[in-house]
């Protein structure tokens, strides 16, 4: 709250900054707190450094020998601490004078990470509810100081006075404020009970709530983390730790990993979502340093494959931010984040090894997860492959299921490709995977590292067609008319026909088409309408020798057999638009313009067709 001297040097005026506290105060309750309600975090925060302070001076005092009340009875907030107290020369220096704290100063420099605050700004936020902050205080450190009350305002002007030994007979610190009308909603007893329990229910000092009706006061937080207390077996802890989570985190975990990590002074759980969340969403965890609670949404503690699960925790030493509502990204926060993937990484390796049922569970919920992880992770690969689902001709199987059943397994590069030929590849005894999704088509081939007596191998077009037989020549010719008008029907579209058979008899055609190849095909459409230019040029150069489409027809089937007999050529044109119409369809690739409009028209063609034969 001090604005600076001017000092003026030999040479003529050297002015200092003046600061304008109202704006200053507007600055942080716009872009730094995300609500006013951070009062009570920053004044709970102070109390519990100059409690910390305090043990430090006093180590031998035991851990609830000195604590905070919160008093609050609708016309003022108080927070009372039996921390370190203040001089008046430490309020002139770090109260009184914004930017400064007793946090960060040279001589405890080593203690720094005992603290939560270091900015010298949280007191500010108390301007987000009130006009003036009122501190009576007394130091432990100079016990026969007399006590010194400070009253900041809004407006930057503060005043201090000491006050008699008796005003305030032992060391601590006492905050007042007396809430502006329109702070109502954070200030309200029942309000400033509630906010004291959501900071501050994990804090290590006994923390008591009074509303000034003369009743027993609350306990702000009766007990210590669930991950603390004393259970009689490992079953009690556990299913506590489970309930602990679902009262914090609204849903009921599918496991409960117990976090430990002594060198950060770091203990928590990471609670196992039971429902699958998109790869990639990465989850808000609750985080407390020292006990505060300073984020309910802290993403950055974990790596982004751990979108499974989320956390509530509480560090010894990391860094909040200026905000207190994320963490300051430096070398520990790494490590941390590390050392909790490896928690994450050993809790899946236990569960492989020893619980299959909640394995086959947690696979089945949180697959894409794991397959994000085995791509990178070795021992997550070895450990999980076989157990992962994938979709097959068998319909979704683990792969250990699966190569089980085919010594070969094949897998496509695309998911379209798989809907061409899953049925006929199954017919034909095929075992082929679904390689199309993210991931998939790279695990698949990472088997035989696991299973080395399974063969993997991508399906190339070949494969299939020695499944697709040669009709006999008398079947071929008498349907080679059929075959040739077919043809020309599809030549718009690139696109050859062949009959053959093969199983199931059910399927009428199968469309053998690749991606590539429909590119290739797209391309040299667009460079025969720019022919001439320089974008037509380019794209002729480009060209490649690109196989064609193919739509097969199978001869087993009846509607087949009958179409390739029709000798009205206008019918059997359109016989031929819709078996390639329903065979583009079945691969559920993104149909072109002139499919589409192809399909329409030869669906409305064949119904005026049965409707002129019903007539
Ligand atoms: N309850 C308290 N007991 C003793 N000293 C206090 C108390 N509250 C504030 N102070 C003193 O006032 C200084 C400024 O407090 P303020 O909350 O503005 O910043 P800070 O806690 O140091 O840092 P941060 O901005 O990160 O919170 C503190 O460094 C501390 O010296």
Not at 78 to 88: A, K, M, P, S, W
Not at 332 to 356: F, G, K
Request: hydrophobic share 40%; proline share 6%.
């Amino acid at each position: 709250m001090t604005l600076p001297h001017a000092r003026v040097s030999a040479d003529g005026a050297d002015r200092t900054f003046q600061v304008d506290l109202r704006g200053l105060v507007d600055l942080l309750s716009h872009h730094l707190y995300s609500s006013p309600r951070v009062y009570l975090r920053e004044l709970l925060q102070n109390a519990v450094d100059a409690l910390t302070a305090r043990h430090g001076l006093e180590p031998g005092a035991p851990a609830d020998a000195f604590g905070i009340r919160v008093y609050a009875d609708g016309s003022v907030v108080r927070v009372e601490d039996d921390g370190v107290g203040l001089t008046e020369a430490d309020v002139h220096t770090f109260l009184a004078t914004i930017g400064r704290s007793s946090k960060r100063a040279d001589q405890v420099a080593e203690q720094r990470a005992d603290f939560i605050g270091q900015f010298g700004i949280g007191l500010l936020s108390c301007f987000l509810v009130a006009d003036e902050i009122h501190v009576v205080s007394r130091s432990a450190r100079t016990p026969d100081a007399p006590a010194v009350e400070w009253r900041g305002r809004g407006d930057g002007s503060y005043s201090v006075r000491t006050l008699p030994t008796t005003a305030r007979p032992r060391p601590g610190t006492t905050v007042t404020l007396t809430p502006r009308a329109d702070s109502a909603e954070w200030t309200r007893p029942v309000h400033v009970l509630s906010l004291a329990r959501h900071f501050g229910s994990l804090l290590r000092h006994p923390v008591t709530f009074d509303d000034g009706t003369g009743g027993p006061g609350a306990a702000v937080n009766p007990e210590p983390a669930p991950w603390a207390r004393a259970y009689p077996t490992p079953g009690a802890r556990s299913r506590a730790l489970a309930a602990y989570g679902e009262e914090i985190l609204g849903f009921t975990p599918l496991d409960t990993i117990d976090l430990d990590l002594p060198a950060v002074g770091l203990k928590g759980i990471a609670c196992v979502l039971p429902e699958a969340v998109p790869a990639g969403r990465r989850h808000g965890h609750r985080v407390h340093v020292k006990g505060m609670l300073l984020s309910e949404r802290a993403e950055e503690i974990l790596p982004e494959w751990a979108f499974f699960v989320r956390c509530v925790l509480d560090a010894e030493s990391l860094r909040p931010t200026a905000s207190r509502e994320s963490l300051y990204e430096d070398d520990t926060l790494a490590a941390v984040r590390d050392a909790l993937a490896e928690r994450l990484r050993a809790w899946i390796a236990r569960t492989a090894a020893s619980d299959p049922d909640l394995l086959g569970r947690f696979l089945q919920t949180h697959h894409l997860a794991v397959k994000s992880l085995a791509v990178h992770d070795d021992e997550i690969l070895r450990m999980l492959l076989p157990w992962l689902p994938f979709e097959t001709t068998d319909g979704h199987a683990t792969l250990d299921e699966f190569a089980r059943a085919h010594r070969t397994v094949l897998v496509t590069a695309s998911v379209e490709e798989f809907r061409q030929v899953a049925a006929i590849a199954a017919a034909a005894g095929l075992g082929v995977v679904n390689g199309g999704y993210t991931y998939d088509r790279e695990l698949v081939h990472r088997l035989p590292e696991i299973r080395p007596e399974v063969a993997v191998a991508d399906l190339d077009p070949g494969t299939l067609t020695a499944h697709l037989d040669p009709v006999d020549r008398e079947t071929e010719l008498a349907a080679a008319a059929y075959l040739a008008l077919a043809r020309d029907a599809l030549a718009v579209f690139d696109c050859d026909v062949a009959l053959r058979t093969f199983q199931p008899a059910s399927a009428p055609a199968l469309l053998l088409d690749s991606r590539e190849a429909r590119h290739e095909r797209t391309r040299s459409q667009l460079a025969r309408e720019q022919q001439g230019g320089v974008w037509g040029d380019i794209l002729g150069h480009l060209r490649q020798e690109a196989p064609r489409a193919q739509l097969i027809l199978n001869q087993l089937n009846p509607l087949v057999r009958t179409a390739v007999t029709i000798d009205e050529p206008e019918l059997a044109r359109t016989s031929a638009e819709a078996l390639y119409g329903q065979a583009a369809m079945l691969s559920r690739r993104p149909l072109r313009p002139a499919e589409s409009s192809l399909i329409n028209r030869s669906f409305l063609d064949l119904l005026a067709h049965a409707l002129r034969k019903d007539s």
